[in-house]
């Protein structure tokens, strides 16, 4: 648990991506098996311990602790784990520290009556840090910003081998994964993923340069529109039904209505949508679906979901991914209209000749949903990641306006002495209302401009944010907007970005909240 | 005093040594350790048999650059209470060194950057990096020359420092710099390759503390006494009247008279009508 501990301490303070990583694969590889394995199912989200809830913590240390004094305490700290962590009279020497496994398998079989009996006899050997990490550990919050995604890389960077791979057999193992770090480790066979309806790592696409078109030749490519929904992969195999995102986290069990009674003997790629009466609903609506365990019955009702398919990769059992475009769509199409599931359809392939043809299709069709034209080649076989060349996303233009910059925050890790976050605002009545906050676009000189600008030009300074003169306008783009009531202006941007600083625009000629309100959907 | 408040130190100074009764009027003084940083001392006021020490900032652990905090038994201990809520408690200051030598370790690209005081922090951490078998050159600010300069000359091994002003970016990946707290998210830093920022305060055992501070390796090392400390103290001076101040006095003043002491507020002393 000490390892565990400091790994779980150093990750919440680590923003940078690179740096968890080095963080992970250090643990990893200094970690005996099977506690580096509970540890990874932990940081996965495999496995979920809710063996004890905040309360009974809160009791335990409130047998031990003078009650004037834990109030005080916790008013200062402001979290209950933390002040409990660090309040816990120690006493070295009393008790043994469990290791990351003894500590998951005693919780898992200790019974109610005994658990609290337990924890505090850990507590009392533990340090603070270890006290923290437990209670996490328990109660099933470890929030320390690392993603399954995350964690399988930096799996990936200590065998010395793609993330995908790592992804292609993660559904076939179970924690601790002994198969899976010994294949890692150069000691074992490769786990065999076939039949376990595991993850297949998803294709993806590069943005099109539309310079670059003149190359392309036409014929050689099918187009299809872009839905704004998140991609996902549905698995059927030997009897068992899982829906994955695309970077392999598993959600069946939020989505019931597309998966429960689904008979299913194949891998599909598609869009997950919230659609009513064939209509593709705005992004906000299928939001109110994800990042939930579960979900409501009315929530079903109101936001009921869909999948629109663009591609098969196994079907019975067979993989398909060498085969080219054009054949998997025609075996797509067979599968479909023998099957044809309630809540899927089938991704419409876009009919043209020529570039031009496609361009009209493209700025025309403003149909809610639509995000822009997908190009794939029609004889590319289905590779893992983003293999350059194949596949192009064409979107839509970005909508653009000009805004006031408010507010700016230094950001994290290499930007830590920069000024990077910036709220920015357009005229309501007179006064700048805030409508959105971008932190990159930027390139790294006009970074340095804005840092220097920011330190030049502020007027307050809250911590690390300082409110800055209301005259330098920066022209932001974004992918749609959408009505948001936590917004005080009203409205909420999707993957805002400065794309220009308009050095030479005075504020007074920035856009109005009336130009954004009439771009919603 | 001199060498970290230049002109604002005071007019007149006079020099005085630990144990060396200096009398003013009808009080004499004496200054005893306090453990705090080089120099640090409580105040020992006796007047007509009742004697009063004021603790100043002090700590009990062990420091290799000063002289030990020594326990005056008096009348009316006036103790500093900066950490005293019982979730500060210091953790062993040997494996706080340990954790930060496996961040060096983990990070071999970049440059440690420990935010430290630059009076007695910076000075107290080089030593136990030394001690914790960092023999490489350790490098330091501009800000911290001269009080370096006064350690060594009373004595303080700091080992190998090398400026970062007179080094290339490059060369100090995988290396330790040290330097005071405000060039930790300062333009300073950007002269070091990508720095991994810690900092070294009593006040980073509190997580929300380090995240506000952003830094990446809060450091839990402070030159002023924690929880345990401050109520060891109050029992080994064993002084039936003890006055808190600096810091949070409520908690510490709970804890005192739970245990028989007669504990209250500096600040409160003489304003309240029914005192005695």
Known sequence: MKAFAQLLDALSFQHGRNGKIALLRRYIEATPDPDRGWALAALTGDLSLRQAKPALVRGLVMERVDEVLFKLSYDYVGDLAETVALIWPEQPGANRIPSVSELIETVEQAGKTELPGILSAWFDAMTATERWATIKLITGALRIGVSARLAKTALAQHAGIETDAVEEVWHAVEAPYGDLLAWLDGKGPRPDPSHSAAFRPVMLAHPLNEADLEDYDPREFRAEWKWDGIRVQIVGESGKLRLYTRTGDEIGAAFPDLIEGLELDA??????????DHVVAPF????KRLNRKTVS??????????????????????????????????????????????????????????WEDLATHRS??????????????????YLPGRPKGPW??????PQLIDAVLMYAQRGHGKRSSFYSDFTFGVWRDGEIVPVGKAYFGFTDEELQQLDKWVRNNSTERFGPVRAVKQELVLEVAFEGLQRSPRHKSGVAMRFPRISRIRWDKPAAEADVIETLEAMLP | MRDRYGERAGNVLEESRYGQPVTIGDVTVTLRPAGHVLGSAQAVLEH???RIVVSGDYKRRRDPTCAPFEPVACDVFITEATFALPVFRHPDDAAEMQRLLSVRDTFPDRALLIGAYSLGKAQRIICLLREAGHDRPIYIHGALEAINATYRSFGVDLGELRAVMETPKAQMAGEIVVAPPSTLNDRWSRRLP???????????????RARQRGVEVPLVISDHADWDELNRTLDEVAA????????????????AKQRGFNARALSLVGYDEDAE
């Open chain 1, 267 to 276: 891998t599909l790629d598609g869009e997950l949508l919230v659609m009513r």
């Open chain 1, 364 to 381: 025309t069709n403003l149909t809610t949903g639509v995000e822009g034209l997908m190009l794939k080649r029609g004889d590319s076989a």
């Open chain 1, 392 to 397: 192009f996303k064409w979107k839509r233009d």
């Open chain 2, 48 to 50: 007509r048999g009742e």
């Open chain 2, 240 to 255: 039936p009247h003890v006055w808190v101040t600096h810091g949070a006095e409520e908690a510490l003043i709970h804890a």
């Open chain 2, 194 to 208: 990508d720095p991994v920022t810690c900092f070294a305060s009593g006040w980073m055992g509190v997580r929300a």
């Open chain 1, 284 to 287: 906000a609506d299928l939001q």
């Open chain 1, 297 to 354: 019955a009315k929530m079903m009702t109101s936001h009921p979901v869909h999948v629109r398919l663009y591609d098969i990769l196994i079907r019975s059992g067979q993989d398909l991914r060498a085969l080219p475009f054009d054949q998997r769509r025609r075996e797509l199409e067979t599968w479909f209209k023998a099957h044809s599931p309630a809540a899927m359809d089938l991704s419409d392939l876009v009919p043209f000749a020529t």
